[in-house]
């Protein structure tokens, strides 16, 4: 039995974009099995197959503008399909009904809340709760607020609806993509794709496992992620986060195609790094008891994740480091009068702000320095935006915020950000956000000492900056030795990626500005 496939109720939208075909003529296709991928100027979303079949034609193109009852495609009925309900009509598709909580549901009129990314915490605790059932939820309201062991954040709902169950209460521990709620949508086209989904860990076979090294590194795609479905659930069953593929899709959109080559590669690397990884010799453990007194001391949780993170860079990563002197005396004096013209002032002017300054301007022009090694070991991916992260030294350990976009902003901004983040990380006040996104790290000893270090490369970045103690050296003029502030550097780099001569090229490029600030503005 031939039955046509049409759009189905799009709410308050008149028109909507096709922006992918997902199946061709004579293919066999299951239920639900998603056809096109329709875009409104919210949200995204699939087309299902009512039924199982063979599509026998395909009625719309990629870019062409659709509306509600719209013709897509032509689908054979398979036999088992046609005996279950012999009298179905064509009028009976003009809208195809929405199936709760189904996660091969492309118009869902429920949707699942799900405890997002907790980055390096496994676990956190429900401090605030801003949910009940009947409640009606605004877009960007606040729905719940978590903390870990580093830090309290709020999460807020990315859809308008009502709330029809809640799973969780104040002070219950949860992890990433627990089920918090269900919210029933005002509208369809407020849905956005993959929150719907829940995640299946029970569903992680062996592929998961080898891609990944271990169930709890399956988590939920991130809501930007652009992809179906159908592309979903096949990433959960790989146990593959959709935020690490690249898409080859319409408007960046992941196909099938996309994930399988990713899991592909990946499964190269896994077979690649195991033969390297059988040459690396273990530490023996000492019992020290044996010796004398001795206590257990346990490690924060951000220096148990740091642990882990900087072996993982130090044994994959070649590194190199290149250390140099700055004269920054002029530059120093010039930051005192600004900070004396301005005492009133909420902030002072760091010397931590001139050095990002120039690191932006220095990875302007050598921008290999901002990037980041391809998974293939083949290319490498150049960053055009410039988000500088800081180590800050707090009581649980280092943590690494991150200023997005510094290249845009001026001294006093970025002063001013510095001191709000380092405050912020020192009272566990930091967001996801504040974490992520960083192209390039500087480490800065400020006054505690030395005259340089190595500094381990924050992977996949290829680049850190360290920055030692200012010190007071004499500097012969031809007459007489005179004091001048000096600023020791130290530059480790992925030596993969950068040579040693990038290296001096750039630390001289650097050291320049720092040492002429009038550089800053040619």
């Not at 490690?299 to 990563?317: E, H, P, T």
Request: proline share 4%.
């Amino acid at each position: 039995m031939l039955m046509n496939v049409v759009i189905p109720s799009l709410g308050d939208i008149d028109e909507v974009e096709v922006i992918e075909i997902c199946v061709a003529v004579d293919d066999d296709i299951e239920e639900h099995e998603g056809l096109i991928v329709i875009e409104s100027d919210k949200a995204s979303m699939e087309v299902p197959s009512p039924t199982g079949g063979v599509v026998t034609e395909i009625c719309v193109t990629v870019g062409e503008m659709v509306g509600e009852g719209h013709l897509v495609a032509k689908v054979d009925v398979v036999e088992s399909a046609a005996e279950k309900d012999t009298e179905l009509e064509i009028s009976d598709l003009k809208e195809i009904e929405p199936v709760e909580d189904g996660p091969e549901s492309a118009i869902s009129a429920k949707i699942d809340i799900l405890v997002p990314d907790l980055a390096v915490s496994t676990r956190a605790i429900v401090t605030d709760l801003n949910l009940s059932v009947g409640q009606t939820i605004a877009v960007n309201s606040m729905i719940i607020e978590l903390e870990t062991d580093d830090e309290r954040f709020e999460v807020v709902s990315e859809h308008d609806g009502t709330i029809v169950e809640v799973y969780i209460k104040k002070g219950d521990p949860v992890s990433t993509g627990d089920l918090v709620a269900k919210m029933e949508l005002n509208s369809v086209d407020a849905l956005s794709p993959g929150l719907s989904e829940s995640t299946d860990k029970s569903n992680i076979d062996e592929v998961s496992k080898s891609i990944n090294g271990s169930e709890a590194a399956i988590q939920n795609a991130p809501a930007s992620v652009y992809a179906g479905p159908a592309v979903r659930r096949l990433a959960r069953e790989y146990g593959v986060s959709l935020g690490e593929v690249a898409g080859s899709g319409s408007r960046g959109r992941i196909t099938k195609d996309d994930l399988k080559a990713f899991v592909k590669n990946k499964l190269n690397e896994q077979n690649a790094g195991a033969a390297e990884a059988g040459s690396v010799v273990q530490v023996e453990s000492v019992d020290y008891s044996k010796f004398g007194d001795t206590y257990s001391s346990e490690l924060s949780r951000i220096q148990q994740v740091g642990a882990k993170n900087l072996y993982a860079s130090w044994v994959n990563v070649p590194h190199v480091t290149q250390h140099d002197k700055v004269d920054v005396t002029d530059l120093e004096s010039f930051r005192e009068a600004l900070n004396r013209e301005a005492e009133t002032a909420d902030h002072k002017i760091t010397p931590l702000a001139f050095i990002i300054r120039a690191c932006c301007l220095a990875l302007e022009k050598y921008p290999i320095f901002n990037s980041s090694l391809e998974p293939s070991h083949q290319s490498i991916l150049i960053n055009r935006f410039y988000n500088i992260g800081f180590a800050v030294d707090t009581s649980e350990g280092l943590v690494v915020p991150v200023i997005k976009d510094s290249d845009k902003k001026g001294i006093s901004q970025l002063s001013s950000e510095i001191i709000e983040l380092s405050k912020n990380a020192r009272e566990k006040k930091l967001g996801l956000g504040d974490l992520q996104g960083g192209t390039f790290t500087i480490s800065s000893l400020g006054a505690l000492g030395g005259t340089g270090f190595t500094p381990i490369v924050n992977a996949p970045q290829v680049a850190i900056l360290g920055v030692a103690r200012l010190m007071t050296e004499p500097e012969w003029d031809g007459e007489q030795f005179l004091p001048r502030k000096m600023l020791p550097l130290s530059l480790s780099y992925d030596h993969r990626v950068i040579n040693g001569a990038d290296g001096g090229r750039f630390m001289l490029f650097l050291t320049g500005l720092l040492g002429d600030i009038r550089r800053f503005s040619l």
